[in-house]
């Protein structure tokens, strides 16, 4: 059996019992949109009415599948390299088929780790992308719940400014 038709059977047989983003239509907010219907006040339609766009709602540019995706907030900088540090929010569709190189959420002896996946023969690795950091290699019992295609890195943090730097 081939890595990547054991990882097909492992990803048809993981469980669905994270957190899942069910609702991608836009709630209306009364603040924003204070008049549902806002072309018929006067009882005739607009003829603005026909240039008129939905609003933009993120979530429909980056969930492809609602049923088949969840999302993970990164606990730590292991994945620093791939530009995910602490308060990263990926999210993960477990409808793709995971490949070597591929950022993946894996199960592997009671933990949760979200890595790059290395594929060298029949054998499958994660690792962190760091010069020290720890290289997990997966065993029959180990499992990937998903592929991360998106990850949303926080930016409003304070930094500390050099004022003897020059611009």
């Not at 603005?48 to 907030?73: F, G, H, S």
Request: with cysteine.
């Amino acid at each position: 059996m081939t890595a990547n038709s054991l990882l097909k059977i492992l990803v048809l047989l993981l469980p669905t019992h994270c957190n899942m983003i069910r609702n991608i239509q836009p709630v209306r907010s009364i603040e924003l949109e204070p008049l549902e219907n806002p072309g018929e006040v006067s009882g005739f339609k607009s003829p603005a009415a026909d240039y008129e766009e939905q609003r933009l709602n993120i979530m429909q540019r980056l969930v492809k599948d609602p049923t088949n995706t969840y999302y993970w907030e990164s606990e730590n900088n292991d994945m620093i390299l791939f530009g995910m540090k602490k308060g990263t929010l990926s999210i993960i569709d477990t409808t793709i088929i995971p490949k070597g190189g591929m950022i993946v959420v894996a199960w592997h002896e009671g933990k949760f780790y979200v890595r790059q996946l290395l594929v060298r023969g029949r054998e499958m690795f994660l690792t962190t992308g760091l010069e020290h950091g720890e290289i997990i290699r997966l065993n029959e019992t180990s499992l990937i719940k998903g592929v991360v295609t998106w990850s949303c890195c926080p930016q409003l943090e304070l930094k500390r400014h050099d004022s003897s730097r020059r611009l």
